[in-house]
């Protein structure tokens, strides 16, 4: 994703965007291009596919809606308020183990269902996401469990996705390379442990 008025847009820096986005879609990445608030301005369809939105819902997005918002088009069964809550928790979790930190956050999604999502980070290895509890003030645990794994296997790999695109354009030297692949390390334990839960 890249924002309109960021580095990469023209200004100070002097790099021009049209430029920048014609080379990115040469290269095959999807692109989705929001402004400073989070709106969807444009979204192509290798990223919607990617996502698995619709393009009939892009559309709607792009009339005024933002990213996370879109993200709920996918059919997936999470809100977008959902999708915000468990991103911007997971990113949290991530940054505070690459400081070498053990952490646990609960987190509550709209229907009343609260889990505890736990970080644990391995020396000189990848950070460790698991969930560790779920309840509902009107469900049976078993039930919630289920629920939760559903809504959040389908956030996950739309992480997932967008982190193959990135990772399958970038060189093995780049820079940033190491750091997406102990994301997308991380996402893919955190997807294993959110299947457990589904288990009887």
């Known amino acids: 994703m890249l924002e309109a008025g960021s580095s990469l847009w023209p200004g100070e820096h002097g790099c021009d965007a049209a430029i920048l986005i014609a080379a990115l879609r040469t290269a095959g990445v999807g692109l989705a291009v929001l402004d400073r608030s989070g709106y969807v301005l444009t979204a192509d369809e290798r990223f919607l596919a990617a996502h698995r939105i619709e393009a009939a819902d892009a559309v709607r997005a792009e009339a005024g809606a933002t990213f996370h918002r879109m993200l709920t088009s996918s059919a997936s069964g999470h809100s977008a308020s959902d999708v915000r809550t468990l991103s911007e928790a997971w ?15 609960e987190i509550g999604f709209e229907d009343g269902r609260v889990f505890e999502l736990a970080a644990r980070s391995v020396t000189d290895g990848p950070i460790v996401l698991t969930v560790t509890g779920v309840r509902h003030p009107d469900e049976a645990e078993q039930h919630a469990r289920s629920r939760l794994a559903h809504d959040m296997n389908n956030i996950i790999g739309g992480m997932l996705a967008n982190l193959h695109l990135c990772l399958a354009d970038l060189p093995n030297d780049h820079p940033i390379r190491r750091r997406l692949e102990t994301v997308n390390q991380s996402a893919l334990d955190l997807r294993s442990s959110v299947r457990k839960l589904a288990a009887p």
Do not use: F, K, Y
């Open 91 to 105: 990113a949290a979790l991530i940054e505070t183990s690459m400081r070498g930190s053990d952490v646990r956050q």
